[in-house]
Structures are given as C-alpha cells and as structure tokens.
C-alpha cells in the first residue's frame, strides 16, 4: 500500500505530505484547491512525463517522493530490483522519489539507487492503477486483460505450465538455428572452433600466471643493471674506503674510549651495536640476492615470447586470462556439439515435436477454459454495470484463437494461443468497441469501478486510484459508487477524488484539499478530517452549511461509512 506522498514545489503545493491509510481514503474540496495535483505527483512516480511548467513558480526544482509497504506484495519485485541494480527494500518499504528542474534536469530514484524512467514505469505498473482521465490503466492492455480473465478463472497453473513449455521450445529453436548451417559454412564453423580451441589449450594458461610473468620479466631484462647495482650497495656497506662498516667501526673504538673513561657511557656502546647488527644482516641479504641474480639470454626471450602470446590471445578472446580459458571451455563445448550435429538434431527435433504437442494440447485446454469463463466475468460485470447507473449497457470479450502453433509466424506467446479484447457499448443500439476506445472519463471509470468490484480478489495491484469516477452521476448511482469502492477497499487500498458526498461518506478515511493565501502566494494544503469536520465538509458538498445539510451529512456517515 502507499503510505506516504511528499510533494515539494508543484504547482500550488509548497511542501506537501500526505500519510494514507489502508482501505478506502478519499480527497475532497472546492474546484481548483488542488485535489488534482495528486494524481499528477502519482503520474510522476509512476513514470509518466515530465513537464517543467508544473513546477511552483520562482521555485528552480519540484521533487516527489512515495513511500510503499510491499509487506504484502505479489509481484516478484526483489528480483526485479536486483536485475536493475537498484538497492533492496528495507523492512518492506519501497522509496521510489522523482525530481526534475527547470534547467532540464530529470533524475529518478529507487531505495535512494538512480534508475530509468522504464525501469520506473515498469515497477509503478504493479504497484498503482489510476482510473480516470488517465493513460496508467492497466486494464486497457489486452495483455493484461487476458492476465485477469486467467486469474478470474483460476488458470494460471494452466498458463504457466504453457508458458514453461514456451521457453524450452526457445532455448531449442535457438540451439537448432546454430547447428543448421549449409556444408561450407559448416566445415568454416568447424575449422575456426576447432583452431580456437587447440590454441587457448596450447598455451596452457593458469588464471594468475600474468603478473608473475610481468615480474620475472622485469628482473630477467635488467639482470646486468641490477648486478651493477648490488655490487655498488655491497662496497658503500664494505668494500669502499670509508664504507659504512669500517666508518662505523671507528665510531664503535671511539665510543669505547669514552667508555672507559667514563663508565656512565655503557649504553652508548649498546645502541652502537644495536645500529651495526642490522648493517651486517642488510650485507648478507644483499650478497644473497646478487647469487640469485642472473644473466640469462634464453629464459629473457622465453619470457618475451610468452608475454606476447598472452597479448595476442587477450586481443582475440579477452580482456584477461580467466576471460581466454572461459572461452576456450566454451568453444571446445561448441565444437562437440557440431561434430556430433546430426546426433543433436535428431534430438532437438524430437524434444521440439513432443514440446508442440503438449503446447497445441495445453493452449486448447486454455482456450476451452477460456471460452467458458467469458460469460460468466460478463455477467458479472454487468451486474456492477447496472448499479452503477448504466441500465442499457452491454458488455463482453472478444476472443481469437490460433488453431495450430505452426501457423504462428513470430515466436509463441507466453500466455497461449489466445487474444482478447474487453468491449463495451454504454447505451442500447450501440456497437461494442474496445474498452481503451471509450471516449468519456466518466464512462471509462466507472467501467474500470464495476471491473475491479468482480476482479478485486484475483487483481494484484495494491493501490487503485480513481478520478473522476463520480462524473455526470448521482442519486442511487452515486451511492453505488461509493459502496462499490468500499468493497473493493477490503482487499485493495482505494484512493478516491470525488464531489459527491455519498461516495465521500463511505471512506474509512477522509482528507480535504483547501488552498489559502501565504506571503501573498496561493498555496494548497491537505489534512486529514475527523468528526464534526468531516460533517461540515460533507455538509459543504451537498449545498451548504444549513441544519438540513448537517442532518444529511450525519445521516450519510452513519448509513454509508465502512464498518
């Protein structure tokens, strides 16, 4: 559920933040309050475009965030996130934020990691749905469409087992295109693997010989300058006249004289000869060190002809030598298999015959199934149809079946041999159209109301949204509306913007949208309202503040408000 919208610097909001309840919360207020700019804050967390004139005026940037419980999501989104590169979510709590300037600039976050608008569209698809004068309406999508119907008649463990089915046929259809080639290409195929496998095999390499390499290069190529060197390091120590040892030698006799004359000097001695020892263990580690050093012509050209091998096989197979081995493991892997190609196609193409039996099996279990369940879901829908005000209107779903899955031209889909369309036609004598052809908002919305009423155990969005659900309604209908969204507010949160105080009094939270002058400049505010508040407002939205209107309010609350 979303739990809480903080909107900064967009349009009359200043510094806005609204906490949501669970169940069913509706905003209410006077035209142009700003009841509006939520659903548009919602739009930009969800991913919808940017436009730079809807930032506050005398204000350079306009950020929103929303904060989402996902305790009970459905959706596997952890995956998601992880494939995207985007941090996980803490204590079931989803942060997606948005901000955007008027230089231009446009910048989204997920659990404070930067990411895509798509990447943010395709998550706040699962997580709002917004009915209204809105373009984010799932149930618009055929795709989705079906998604429901299969979920209204408990087919998914069908669908997936098709869907299963579907991918092995792909990783088969793709193994089959490698090995299908014509002769030439084939013996080239052969030749190239077959030279590229000998010679990463050849070159015997281990994953951590190159920097070793590079060392005993290093030594090996500047051997005689290194020997000139120790020899200078082992006179200027011993050798040379006033080297260090013989200079500290004379300082050692000299200390002693000191020494015995004053007998106070002991530890004088003491740190001389703690300053000698080490001289003399540094002469022996340089006189070892000049033993280990040689010059050898042969192991420097053996070591200048592997380190250019190594180049050459980088520059070819990869950027180090675990990319060159990977490689030479899969091409070895791949040349077995075309050796053995005809074996493999054999196989291949007796899996890819069993597959698209039990795929032609399955995808008209599915279509029967599919067939059945239509009626039904229509019935039903109708029925919330008719409370809703629409006493003439027809409903139903088209539906298209591909007879045989050769017949497919491009790849299978996942969800069957089946496409849908939900149709509508509002009045008696008109054609049925497609859902997303429905022309008026109020029409789509309340088709979307009676729609989410029948699916609302099998939808898995969490947050649904309406605007201008209640449009050129009222009387009975607009008690249906509201009762409606309470039912539906049992299993889903409901986020309601509405005129009419028979759906308002229905919520089991109520917030009102009011704007006021600050500094001289308009700004709206939202708060949350409790008792004789909310019958003042409610009293407001059917005409006024008179006694009747009160009694009215009261009597609303105590009849329509959700236990």
Known sequence: MLTT??????????????ELQSGYNVITGETGAGKSIIIGALNLILGERADRTFIR?????????ALFDIASFQVPLRSFLEENGIEPCEENQLVVKRTFTTAGTNRQFVNGSPTTLQVLSSIGEGLVDIHGPHDHQSLLHPARQLAIL????????????????VRQRSVLDDEKVALIVDEKAYAQQLDLLRFQANEIKAAKLHPDEESQLHEEYQRASHAAKLLQLTQTAVGLLTEDENSLLDRAGALGRTLQEIQRIDSTADPLLSLHSQAVGPLHDLQNEISRYADRLEIDPIRLQELEERLNMVQSLKRKYGSS?????????EALQKLILLEQRDVELIRINDQLKRINT????????LSTQRRKIIPKLCKAVVKQLLDLGFKQSHFDIAISTEPQISNLKSQIPLSGLDSIEFQFAPNAGEPLRPLRAIASSGEMARVMLALKTVLAA???????????????????????????????????QVLCITHLAPVAACASTHYVVTKHLKAGRTISEIRQLDG????????????????????HAEELLKTEAAP
């Open 150 to 165: 299969d979920a209204f008649g408990n087919l998914r463990p069908l669908r997936e087992n098709f869907s299963k089915l």
């Open 532 to 551: 004789s508040a909310r019958v003042d407002e409610l009293a407001r939205m059917l005409g006024g503040q008179s006694d009747a209107a009160r009694k």
């Open 458 to 492: 099998e939808d898995e969005i969490p947050v649904l949204v309406f605007d201008e659900v209640d449009a050129n309604v009222g009387g009975e209908t607009a008690h249906a509306v509201g009762q409606k969204m309470c039912q539906i507010s049992r299993q889903r």
């Open 321 to 329: 030598l675990e990319e060159i081995i990977a490689f030479g493991a």
């Open 358 to 365: 039990e795929l032609s099996r399955i995808g008209q279990e």
């Open 5 to 18: 919208l903080r909107i900064k610097n967009l349009a009359l909001v200043e510094d806005l933040t609204l």
């Open 57 to 65: 005026s005398g204000s350079d940037s306009c950020s929103v965030e």
